[in-house]
Structures are given as C-alpha cells and as structure tokens.
C-alpha cells in the first residue's frame, strides 16, 4: 500500500511547496522590523506564495470529497490578504491604510497558521475524531492569533504620516 504523502497529486506538492514558503515568509513578517526594503520583498514573496497556496487548495478535495469547510476558510483567507494589500495599494486614498494592512495580513498569517494545523491534525486522528481533534485545535489556534492581533494593534503606527509608507 502506497503512504498518503507518495501518492499525492502534482497540485498537493505544488500546493504543499509554497504553504511551507509562505509558512516561512510569514513568520518572518510577523518578527521583523516593518516599513523597510526587506519586508515589503519578503512580504510580496508571501502574497505571491499564499496566491498559489490559496488558488491550488480549490484543486484538492481529498478530506471531504467537496467544497467543505477547509475551502471556505480558504476564502476568508483570500478575502484578509486581498484587503491588507488593497489597503497598501489604495494608501493615498484611505486615511487609516496601515491598520487595514496591519489586520488583514495578520488576519491571513493567522488563517495559515490554522490551516498548518488542520492539515497536520486531520492526518494524524481518526476520523471520528475530526471535530474534537482537528476543528477543536484550529479553534483554538485562531482564536489566540485574533487575540494576539488585537492586542498588538495598538503598536502599529497611526499612519498618519505622508501616505507613502516609505
């Protein structure tokens, strides 16, 4: 009998690929120093990585067979990520655009991270399990995060500067 992990498709190690690269530009992003040359780079590479990490998760159905829950989370974190980076292209325009940045990329971060820990669970528990175990864990994991996002909003600058975040 082949493992789980020999037999997945070219879309799951595509899709595995870049999760593990935006698991590591993300981290990354969340510890280093903001507004410098660096982090927008390594912030691009992250978006870049979570577009395909987002848009290859609608070409793998193997946990329920269907669009399920895994994909709606998939959604809400295409709709974080799109709002923190409309909010850096739109900053002359929106008075407030670091805060809408600052939530929704961490609102993102924060939905990889949950799904890290979906993706690692389901594997490991029987599927009896899956609701304790697997959405039980990630419940937690995104709750912590919203509540580390919350607290730390107050150390984001007020962007109020010149508009150009440079």
């Known amino acids: 009998m ?7 498709s070219p879309v799951s190690w595509l ?5 593990l690269l935006a698991l590591l530009t993300g981290s990354y992003i969340l510890w280093a120093p903001k507004g410098t040359t660096r982090h927008r780079q390594v912030g691009y590479l992250y978006v870049g990585s979570m577009l395909v990490v ?23 974190c295409w709709l974080a990520l799109s709002g923190g980076m409309a909010a850096v292209w739109l ?7 670091l805060r809408w940045h600052y939530f929704g990329l961490s609102a993102s971060v924060a939905g990889l ?4 820990i979906v993706e690692a ?11 304790w175990t697997t959405m039980g864990t990630a419940t937690l994991v995104l709750t912590l995060a919203g509540g580390l996002i ?9 962007a109020s500067d010149s508009g150009t975040g440079r």
Do not use: C, E, M
Request: charged share 10%; aromatic share 28%; glycine share 8%.
């Open 54 to 76: 987002l848009t290859t998760a609608f070409g793998i159905y193997h946990l329920f067979g269907h669009f399920g829950i895994v994909h709606w989370g998939a959604v809400a």
């Open 91 to 97: 900053r002359t325009y929106l008075r407030d655009w």
């Open 2 to 8: 082949r493992s789980w992990f020999i037999a997945l």
């Open 121 to 131: 669970t389901y594997r490991l528990f029987p599927a009896a399990y899956f609701w």
């Open 113 to 116: 991270y949950t799904t890290f």
């Open 150 to 158: 919350y607290l730390n909003r107050a150390v984001q600058p007020a």
């Open 15 to 19: 899709h595995i690929g870049f999760a």
